[in-house]
């Protein structure tokens, strides 16, 4: 099993930065892909960014360009950089984890309990 928890979220103004992170423990050596989901109230759960073991990244079109995702190996810990935030990006940030290794539509199997990003205009 692999658990992933979330840090980093809060409350920022709008154009205002918050730097999101995922530490993963328990059976780490399965994990490849990473990824960042968000839910807003009413919505349903999107892809933000994911990111394979060797570095390759995917984004959503709604963050490219804002968002940046990182991960390091060696401590077992996967970033998200929000920059230049929008109300629109206020949800509920979430970090998943699998052991298969790619950026677009994977079904992961690990998820963190989530953290709440608010951006007020």
């Known amino acids: 099993q692999v658990q992933l928890v979330e840090s980093g979220g809060g409350l920022v103004q709008a154009g205002g930065s918050l730097r999101l992170s995922c530490a993963a423990s328990?059976?780490?050596?399965?994990?490849?892909?990473m990824g960042w989901y968000r839910q807003a109230p009413g919505k349903q759960r999107e892809l933000v960014a994911a990111?394979?073991?060797?570095?390759?990244?995917n984004y959503a079109d709604s963050v490219k360009g804002r968002f940046t995702i990182s991960r390091d190996n060696a401590k077992n810990t996967v970033y998200l950089q929000m920059n230049s935030l929008k109300p629109e990006d206020a949800a509920v940030y979430y970090c998943?984890?699998?052991?298969?290794?790619?950026?677009?539509?994977?079904?992961?199997?690990?998820w963190g309990q989530g953290t709440q990003v608010t951006v007020f205009a």
């Open positions: 328990g059976s780490i050596f399965s994990i490849n892909a």
């Open positions: 990111i394979t073991s060797g570095g390759s990244t």
């Open positions: 998943a984890a699998d052991p298969n290794n790619g950026i677009s539509n994977i079904d992961y199997d690990y």
